[in-house]
């Protein structure tokens, strides 16, 4: 991009009668002649400007600026924007800014990678760190804690406590904002229990919907978040967000009761604040910028001011920084990841409860180990299973599940509320019943599914609506996979099937996938638990 040549020199200040203006009056008149009171005072020099495209959250670094300027002669013009908008202006040959400092580069890191952009990376400085953490009332943590059996809570622990309507929370729109796109980024992690990087298959199913049940409240950034927050106390437990932005939230007093700030055991992601070079023709301003920034008073002044963590270990801490953060989590290494999770994700109020349509098998051949196994599933998915990953699993509030019984035709069928009283235990009860049949009918069973399934999309269009198939036999009744595949249904609900015992495999997965779905083997998982938490939250 072509820019017009910097001006150099200075502009002359007038004079009276062969003599200078009193300094104060030299001062004013040059900001007039300038444009800005800012920009000059007597016999100081013109500052050189840097257009600076901003993350919203740092803000809170403006008082510091003016330091900047009177100490290096570099004025910064700063640009606010969403930290997720911001990442989304930056495109090479086209930048507007000189210089863009952000909460994190990691998203556009991944943007120049899958644009073909890789080696064009802008020359990047880390200047500060902040964990994205949760703050909760205290009475609200203790009672997670109580539920999970732990002193240290987990975002699995926050996502079941979600899911059973025991906490409710604030985060920012993660399509707008990097507070919220970094906390979606660690729970999904959390979620896929790996240990590792974010894959695109570790979202191929959506693990994250009883997590976000818990939310009530958002906002495009996190700044206004924390108003909103304020506003309407009573309307969340608690904000996801920087520990910094939670810290200061806390200092000042606003709060009937102060956060208790939560580091998740499961890890964490961390901002480093990059600023970047745009312009190489600044880069000297900009070099003047980033050696002022790292240098030890001005890191401790930015601690003092916005409870960031120094990158210099030996600035003494805020001792309200001094608590380990623990793992941090990997940022995944693929831009369709993201923009996985993005698609997945609904802010409050944007969608209607999951519906989701069991179709289980109820043939004689599912007496005794194998009803007790479905039974200790079903059990597992409603809250027994404890597991990290099953945490993220469970049925979650406001979700709506139909169970229906099939054997040479449907058995019985009802739907469950989650959430409300009895519900769960009524759900294992029919799921418990008796009434076996000596025959399967299991495409039939499966084209009874779609056309509920079919009701409900007209109902509701934005309704998620997704059928999961059990099933232990070969059909031998009803409708044949042929007949049932010719049959015309909602192309948004997929099926997923689950094959325990001797049924066709490829006929499961034959279908599933005509279907948008795909089939498990149960008989290779060490449970068939594990096959239902395996396309839980697959639609």
């Known amino acids: 991009m072509t820019r017009a040549p910097e001006a150099t020199g200075r502009r002359r200040v007038p004079k009276t009668a062969g003599h200078r203006l009193p300094r104060r009056l030299a001062a004013v008149v040059c900001g007039l002649l300038l444009g800005t009171t800012a920009a000059c005072s007597a016999g100081e020099p013109t500052p050189t400007r840097l257009s600076v495209l901003a993350s919203s959250d740092l803000a809170d670094i403006r008082p510091l600026l003016g330091d900047l300027r009177r100490e290096t002669g570099v004025e910064l013009e700063m640009d606010y924007r969403g ?138 950034t996190s700044g206004e978040l924390v108003e909103k927050f304020v506003a309407a106390q009573d309307g969340a437990d608690g904000l996801i967000g920087h520990e910094s932005a939670l810290l200061s939230l806390n200092a000042s007093g606003r709060l009937r009761e102060p956060l208790e700030i939560v580091y998740p055991q499961d890890g964490i992601v961390m901002s480093d604040y990059p600023i970047l070079l745009l312009n190489p023709d600044k880069r000297d301003a900009y070099d003047k910028v980033v050696s002022w920034l790292k240098s030890a008073p001005v890191q401790r002044r930015i601690m003092e001011r916005t409870l960031r963590r120094p990158l210099d270990p030996e600035v003494p801490r805020d001792p309200r920084l001094n608590t380990p953060v623990g793992n941090a989590l990997y940022f995944p290494d693929q831009k369709k990841v993201v923009d996985k999770l993005l698609d997945n994700y609904d802010a409050p109020g944007d969608g209607t409860p999951d519906h989701v349509l069991f179709v289980l098998d109820f043939s004689t051949s599912m007496k005794g180990p194998r009803i007790a196994a479905l039974r200790a599933a079903f059990a597992g998915l409603g809250g027994a299973d404890d597991s990290s990953t099953g945490k993220f699993v469970r049925f979650h509030r406001g979700e709506v599940a139909t169970v229906i019984r099939f054997g040479g035709h449907v058995l019985g069928e009802r739907s469950f509320t989650v959430g409300q009283d009895g519900s769960m235990n009524d759900l294992h009860a029919f799921v418990a019943g008796g009434g076996f049949d000596n025959s399967t009918a299991i495409w039939s069973a499966l084209d009874h599914a779609y056309r509920r399934a079919a009701e409900l999309v007209t109902d509701d269009p934005r309704r998620r609506v997704s059928i999961v198939l059990m099933t232990d036999g070969e059909n031998n009744a009803g409708v044949d996979a042929g007949a049932f595949l010719r049959r015309r249904r909602p192309s948004s609900v997929h099926a997923y099937a689950i094959r325990f015992g001797d049924a066709s495999l490829s006929e499961l997965s034959r279908v599933a996938t005509a279907t948008g779905g795909r089939a498990v083997d149960a008989t290779s998982r060490s449970s068939l638990l594990d096959a239902f938490k395996e396309i839980r939250g697959c639609r």
């Open 83 to 220: 930290t997720v908008q911001a990442n989304d202006a930056l495109n090479p040959g086209y930048y507007r800014h000189d210089v863009a400092w952000l909460s994190s580069d990691r998203y556009l890191r991944l943007k120049l990678k899958a644009s073909g952009f890789e080696g064009e990376q802008p020359l990047s400085t880390e200047t500060m760190f902040s964990p994205v953490v949760i703050g909760l009332r205290r009475a609200t943590a203790e009672r997670l804690r109580r539920a999970a059996g732990t002193s240290r809570l987990s975002w699995a622990d926050i996502a079941d406590g979600a899911a059973r309507g025991l906490v409710r929370f604030g985060m920012a729109d993660p399509r707008t904002d990097g507070e919220g796109l970094a906390a979606l980024v660690g729970v999904a992690t959390a979620a896929a229990g790996t240990g590792g990087v974010l894959r695109l298959q570790d979202v191929s199913c959506d693990r994250l919907r009883g997590f976000f049940s818990g939310q009530t409240l958002t906002a495009p």
